[in-house]
């Protein structure tokens, strides 16, 4: 049996603390950028994607389905490893589960930290889901990510291995799409927020597409280690990953979108080490292993279409647009008018990972009270799905640690560690300071400030390296109740105002009708520097006072952030 802790092995890194791979990553990005100039995808490669716009109109069949585990398993026979395999639509609703005979039923996880989930068996059918989920959620007409690609974008560096180097631009998104998470249970239409484990990083797991119309992913789980890919230099070939590129044959990602062709902050992300077979002598659907569930039909979407401030996009009638009940709360008005904002903001900012170039960004957009009711999401066309989660538990973190009562909030959920370690560094969550998700990301980061060396100290919302891992982020991880976590039990905390659960990277700011704290705004969906602008634009005219934000206040010497927009973020 191979040694577990190779998944997570270490690369030789030079005198100077920078991974060799960066220079060699350089001549990569190069050498893609000139095969990118002469052409636009290889033989026998889809590189047409449907129009934004039908995304919602094509779905995955029963048949298709059955299909797609088919390949899978008739590639796990030949590699030898029995798998668990799942099958998701776009939105999350689980198709199709399918065990072999001879698979695992568990899976450890194994993040290369101590504590947390670091450790923990999970079913390896709920392993397979949030993969399969994870590539589903992040893909869309315009870009296709696999998670592999997820693996690459949460870790403490970016890109992973790269010391010093700032924390990932997604760092933290893995605790989301939870399934205790209230934004959308699994009885909702939308049905978005079902991923047992989260977003994984964990290989195996790739979206599907059909006739270039983002429909769903497959995850694969069989070598029993729910881990990430820590080491991204090694082109390892996994057998999970290789089992479910076999999965996608007929229905794999436009060659044109897929994240190799994507840059983010000029390097590419990665897709996948395996490509579909040219051709499989399938086994009928059944063979050698037993369904966990029934294939069915993806449903139709949960989503329904909407204009707002002259964007389209959609809208979950679960959550309507409404006014805060609280006196002198958010009036339904006010509401609209952010969402507004921010979305015609939206439609004019460059997207950062969505193919052709010049595309406007794609976004999930949520307005809470400061009680953190949701009082309005919209989502523009072809938004990531991931956002419609994320988003609010962006609004909700900017909102929370703004208001005047959020150490006392925390410290009776169980966190006041926290509360005193933000106290030690000239922090009081008293309502004296307007708090962004940039500038609380800014301080759940293991080594401080970002991009410094790993030889400095963990930020205060954070674990220290060595015991840290995306699996034991710090706050984050433990304001969760991780039975409800596993179980689907709603809240995912003990923190009213925060059922999903905390986000710690950037898109959201807190809300202010002129000094009075009235809720926040998040943003979730093309870049996390396009969210910022984004939400920041929303607040016109709610904008938190300039003497309490939070990049009026310093740790340690380094003054925090509040927003950070992209350099220039504007198609028009």
């Given at each position: 049996?191979?040694?577990?802790?190779?998944?997570?092995?270490?690369?030789?890194?030079?005198?100077?603390g920078?991974?060799w791979w960066?220079?060699s990553?350089?001549?990569?990005c190069?050498s893609?950028?000139?095969?990118?100039?002469?052409?636009?995808?290889?033989?026998?490669?889809?590189?047409?994607?449907?129009?934004?716009?039908?995304s919602?109109?094509v779905?995955?069949?029963?048949?298709?389905?059955?299909?797609?585990?088919?390949?899978?398993?008739?590639?796990?026979?030949?590699?030898?490893?029995?798998?668990?395999?799942?099958?998701?639509?776009?939105?999350?609703?689980?198709?199709?589960?399918?065990r072999?005979?001879?698979?695992?039923?568990?899976?450890?996880?194994?993040?290369?930290?101590?504590?947390g989930?670091?450790?923990?068996?999970?079913p390896?059918?709920?392993?397979?889901?949030?993969?399969?989920?994870?590539?589903?959620?992040?893909?869309?007409?315009?870009?296709?990510?696999?998670?592999?690609s997820?693996?690459?974008?949460?870790?403490?560096?970016?890109?992973?291995?790269?010391?010093?180097?700032?924390?990932?631009?997604?760092?933290?998104?893995?605790?989301?799409?939870?399934?205790?998470?209230?934004?959308s249970?699994?009885?909702?239409?939308?049905?978005?927020a079902?991923?047992?484990?989260?977003?994984?990083?964990?290989?195996g797991?790739?979206?599907?597409?059909?006739?270039?119309?983002?429909?769903?992913?497959?995850?694969?789980?069989?070598?029993?280690?729910?881990t990430?890919?820590?080491?991204?230099?090694?082109?390892?070939q996994?057998?999970?990953?290789a089992?479910?590129?076999?999965?996608?044959?007929?229905?794999?990602?436009?060659?044109?979108?897929?994240?190799?062709?994507?840059?983010?902050?000029?390097?590419?992300?990665?897709?996948?080490?395996?490509?579909?077979?040219?051709?499989l002598?399938?086994?009928?659907?059944?063979?050698?292993?037993?369904?966990?569930?029934?294939?069915i039909?993806?449903?139709?979407?949960?989503?329904?279409?909407?204009?707002?401030?002259?964007?389209?996009?959609?809208?979950?009638?679960?959550?309507?647009?409404v006014?805060?009940?609280d006196?002198?709360?958010?009036?339904?008005?006010?509401?609209?008018?952010?969402?507004?904002?921010?979305?015609?903001?939206?439609?004019?900012?460059?997207?950062?990972?969505?193919?052709?170039?010049?595309?406007?960004?794609?976004?999930?957009?949520?307005?809470?009270?400061?009680?953190?009711?949701?009082?309005?999401?919209?989502?523009?066309?072809?938004?990531?799905i991931?956002?419609?989660?994320?988003s609010?538990?962006?609004?909700r973190?900017?909102?929370?640690?703004?208001?005047a009562?959020?150490?006392?909030?925390?410290?009776?959920?169980?966190?006041?560690?926290?509360?005193?370690?933000?106290?030690?560094?000239?922090?009081?969550?008293?309502?004296?300071?307007?708090?962004?998700?940039?500038?609380?990301?800014?301080?759940?980061?293991?080594?401080?400030?970002?991009?410094?060396?790993?030889?400095?100290?963990?930020?205060?919302l954070?674990?220290?390296?060595?015991?840290?891992?995306?699996?034991?982020?710090?706050?984050?991880?433990?304001?969760?109740?991780?039975?409800?976590?596993?179980?689907?039990?709603?809240?995912?905390?003990?923190?009213?105002?925060?059922?999903?659960?905390?986000?710690?990277?950037?898109?959201?700011?807190?809300?202010?009708?002129?000094?009075?704290?009235?809720?926040?705004i998040?943003?979730?969906?093309?870049?996390?520097?396009?969210?910022?602008?984004?939400?920041?634009?929303?607040?016109?005219?709610?904008?938190?006072?300039?003497?309490?934000?939070?990049?009026?206040?310093?740790?340690?010497?380094?003054?925090?952030?509040?927003?950070?927009?992209?350099?220039?973020?504007?198609?028009?």
């Open positions: 049996m191979s040694d577990p802790l190779s998944k997570v092995k270490r690369p030789r890194v030079d005198r100077t920078t991974s960066v220079w990553l350089m001549l990569l190069l893609v950028l000139i095969v990118s100039c002469g052409s636009e995808g290889g033989v026998n490669e889809p590189t047409g994607t449907a129009p934004e716009s039908t919602s109109a779905h995955l069949t029963a048949g298709e389905v059955q299909t797609i585990i088919a390949q899978a398993v008739t590639q796990a026979r030949a590699v030898g490893l029995p798998v668990t395999i799942a099958v998701v639509d776009h939105e999350g609703t689980v198709l199709g589960q399918f072999m005979t001879g698979a695992r039923a568990t899976a450890t996880v194994l993040g290369g930290g101590s504590g989930l670091e450790g923990q068996a999970v390896t059918e709920f392993a397979a889901i949030s993969k399969a989920g994870t590539a589903a959620f992040f893909s869309t007409q315009g870009n296709a990510f696999s998670t592999r997820a693996s690459f974008i949460v870790q403490e560096h970016f890109p992973p291995q790269t010391d010093p180097s700032q924390g990932g631009p997604l760092f933290g998104v893995q605790f989301s799409q939870l399934r205790c998470s209230d934004v249970r699994t009885d909702h239409p939308a049905n978005t079902n991923l047992p484990l989260g977003l994984s990083g964990d290989l797991g790739l979206p599907l597409y059909k006739n270039g119309t983002a429909v769903g992913g497959i995850g694969v789980e069989g070598d029993g280690f729910y990430a890919d820590l080491d991204p230099t090694d082109f390892d996994s057998l999970e990953e089992i479910a590129a076999a999965g996608t044959l007929g229905f794999s990602a436009p060659r044109n979108i897929q994240g190799d062709r994507i840059l983010i902050d000029g390097i590419t992300i990665p897709f996948s080490n395996s490509a579909p077979p040219t051709a002598n399938t086994a009928p659907y059944g063979s050698f292993g037993s369904q966990l569930q029934v294939p039909a993806s449903p139709a979407t949960g989503f329904t279409p909407a204009t707002i401030g002259g964007v389209s996009g959609s809208i979950d009638p679960n959550f309507p647009i006014g805060s009940p006196p002198g709360g958010l009036t339904v008005q006010e509401v609209t008018r952010i969402l507004a904002q921010a979305a015609v903001q939206a439609n004019r900012t460059r997207a950062a990972i969505r193919n052709p170039i010049g595309t406007p960004a794609r976004v999930s957009i949520t307005v809470v009270d400061t009680a953190g009711r949701i009082l309005g999401i919209f989502r523009t066309i072809d938004a990531p991931f956002g419609f989660d994320v609010v538990q962006k609004a973190n900017a909102n929370l640690f703004t208001r009562d959020a150490g006392q909030l925390l410290t009776t959920a169980g966190l006041g560690t926290y509360v005193t370690a933000l106290a030690q560094e000239g922090l009081l969550l008293d309502g004296s300071t307007a708090f962004s998700d940039r500038a609380m990301g800014f301080l759940s980061q293991p080594i401080f400030p970002p991009g410094a060396s790993s030889n400095f100290l963990p930020g205060p954070s674990k220290p390296l060595g015991q840290w891992s995306i699996f034991n982020t710090g706050f984050q991880l433990d304001a969760l109740i991780v039975p409800n976590l596993l179980s689907a039990i709603a809240p995912c905390t003990a923190v009213a105002q925060a059922p999903n659960g905390f986000q710690i990277f950037p898109g959201s700011v807190p809300l202010f009708r002129g000094n009075v704290h009235v809720g926040a998040g943003v979730s969906g093309d870049g996390v520097d396009q969210d910022d602008i984004i939400a920041a634009m929303g607040s016109v005219g709610f904008e938190a006072p300039l003497g309490i934000r939070s990049d009026t206040r310093t740790v340690r010497g380094v003054r925090l952030p509040f927003v950070v927009f992209p350099r220039n973020p504007n198609l028009f």
